[in-house]
């Protein structure tokens, strides 16, 4: 192995690089609404069962998110925890609606993308 070798593989990074609470929230929120959108699209005959695990994993997500915001210890404004859990109730119950055919997953999208704006952009969920 020559110097040049060695010498990149001393000072190649050795650690995955520092992930902030925000940064992992803003992937989980990237990979599900990539995953409803991709449901949503779908024209196979496995739309049905993609869409209910997309829309399962988003509901997950919300879950979580509603849990989160609803404890007295979560250091977010009552105003933005208030909103946050609004939203948690309206995803799951249309969910529903669209997992009957009455409801548009765009909807869900839309809800999703705003977040990840706000997360992207102000720190909204940090």
């Known amino acids: 192995m020559n110097t040049l070798a060695q010498a990149l593989i001393a000072y190649a990074p050795t650690a995955a690089p520092v ?3 925000r ?3 803003l992937q989980l929120f990237s990979e599900i609404t990539a995953r409803l959108a991709k449901a949503a699209s ?3 005959a496995q739309r049905t069962r993609r869409l209910a695990e997309a829309m399962h994993k988003n509901r997950q997500l919300w ?3 509603a849990t989160s915001v609803a404890s007295e210890a ?3 404004s009552d105003d933005l925890r208030a909103r ?3 939203l948690a109730e309206f995803t799951d119950h249309h969910s529903r609606s669209v997992l009957n055919g009455t409801g548009d997953t765009q909807v ?3 809800i999703n993308r705003a977040v990840m704006t706000g997360l992207a952009g102000d ?3 940090s």
């Open 42 to 44: 779908d024209t196979s």
């Open 84 to 86: 946050l859990f609004y």
């Open 74 to 76: 979560n250091g977010l």
């Open 23 to 25: 940064s992992v929230e």
């Open 19 to 21: 992930r902030t609470e």
């Open 108 to 110: 869900l999208i839309d």
């Open 123 to 125: 720190g909204m969920m």
């Open 63 to 65: 879950h979580t998110i």
